[in-house]
């Protein structure tokens, strides 16, 4: 069975920074991507960044761009995120699914697995 656990989430001041986990287990395919999506109140979900692990390729939202950074570590996805804006404020989610190469945002229909989601509240 496939989980994807997030974790990290919390209050922070804007300009602060936090870095989210994304644990990832039961993956049975060696090449997958991972993504991270959020949501807040009223708007449409947002893929925000996404990693391959097969080849290491990273994707940033322009929204996020020169501010968030992906890595990943084994089974983990991370996500730091630095110069929080009280617009950064959202449900985050990661996500996984087969892929050899990234999974674009738009392509979001090729995650399979999602995380439950952890909350980030930035405050001015």
């Known amino acids: 069975e496939v989980q994807l656990v997030e974790s990290g989430g919390g209050l922070v001041q804007a300009g602060g920074s936090l870095r989210l986990s994304c644990a990832v287990s039961?993956?049975?395919?060696?090449?997958?991507?991972i993504g991270w999506f959020r949501q807040a109140p009223g708007k449409e979900r947002e893929g925000v960044s996404c990693?391959?692990?097969?080849?290491?390729r990273t994707y940033y939202a322009d929204s996020v761009k020169g501010r968030f950074t992906i890595s990943s570590d084994n089974a983990m996805v991370y996500l730091l995120m630095n110069s929080l804006k009280p617009e950064d404020t959202a449900v985050y989610y990661c996500a996984a699914g087969p892929a050899w190469g990234l999974i674009l945002p738009d392509e979001v229909g090729r995650y399979d697995y999602w995380g439950q989601g952890t909350q980030v509240t930035v405050s001015s």
């Open positions: 039961g993956f049975t395919f060696d090449e997958y991507a």
């Open positions: 990693i391959s692990k097969s080849d290491g």
